[in-house]
Structure formats: structure tokens, C-alpha cells
């Protein structure tokens, strides 16, 4: 089975930066691609950031020039560093990845917990 876990949330000042980590365990072959949501109270899960296999990167209009995207292939790892964090930023982040735990299986997409991310002085 596998399991992507998040760690790196927190509380900070705005202005401040946080860097996220995905981290994806168990019975993997490849990670295609892998990325980024958040999700408001009472909203729906939004897109942050996505990264393919080959490193393209996708971001969300409201965090391009702050929020970067990378991948660790050889760690199973995908980051998000965010920087000039606004109050508006506070959400609960969420990783996904399209993991093929087989060769000869399709890739599912897998979530993670989630991590509070709250931007507040």
C-alpha cells in the first residue's frame, strides 16, 4: 500500500516562509506526477502547484512568483517552499501523488492528511 504523509505546516508571520514536504512510502515503481492543494473552510480542494515526472510545473494564478514547486525522484519527495506568505494563504495543504505501485498497474492517485498552514502576526 502506499502512503504519502506531509509534514513542514505551522503558524507564521505574513511575509514569512514555510517549506512542505510530501513524502510517498510502500510498495512504489514510479511517481508520476505529484502536487499541491489547499483547501478553505467550508470550500471546496483547490489546486497549488503540480510537477510532472519531468519536472514541468503548474501553479495557481494566486501563488506564482511566491509558492515553488520540487522533487526528490530518489526520495519519493515532492516540496513546496512558500514564500511572502499571506493571511489569505491559511488553508489546510494537501500532497497527491500518481503513484504505479507495479510496472504492469496504472498510476492511482493518492492524498495525504493534510497539514494546517495559518498565516497570521
Known amino acids: 500500500q502506499v502512503r504519502l504523509v506531509e509534514s513542514g505546516g505551522g503558524l507564521v508571520q505574513p511575509g514569512g516562509s514555510l517549506r512542505l514536504s510530501c513524502a510517498a512510502s510502500?510498495?512504489?515503481?514510479?511517481?508520476?506526477?505529484m502536487g499541491w492543494y489547499r483547501q478553505f473552510p467550508g470550500k471546496q480542494r483547490e489546486l497549488v502547484a503540480t510537477i510532472t515526472g519531468g519536472d514541468g510545473a503548474n501553479y495557481a494564478d494566486s501563488v506564482k512568483g511566491r509558492f515553488a514547486i520540487s522533487r526528490d525522484n530518489a526520495k519519493n519527495t515532492v516540496y513546496l517552499q512558500m514564500n511572502s506568505l499571506k493571511p489569505e494563504d491559511t488553508a489546510v495543504y494537501y500532497c497527491?501523488?500518481?503513484?504505479?505501485?507495479?510496472?504492469?498497474?496504472?498510476?492511482?492517485?493518492?492524498w495525504g492528511q493534510g497539514t494546517q498552514v495559518t498565516v497570521s502576526s
Open positions: 497527491k501523488g500518481s503513484i504505479r505501485a507495479y510496472d504492469w498497474l496504472p498510476p492511482v492517485d493518492y
Open positions: 510502500g510498495t512504489i515503481f514510479s511517481a508520476n506526477a
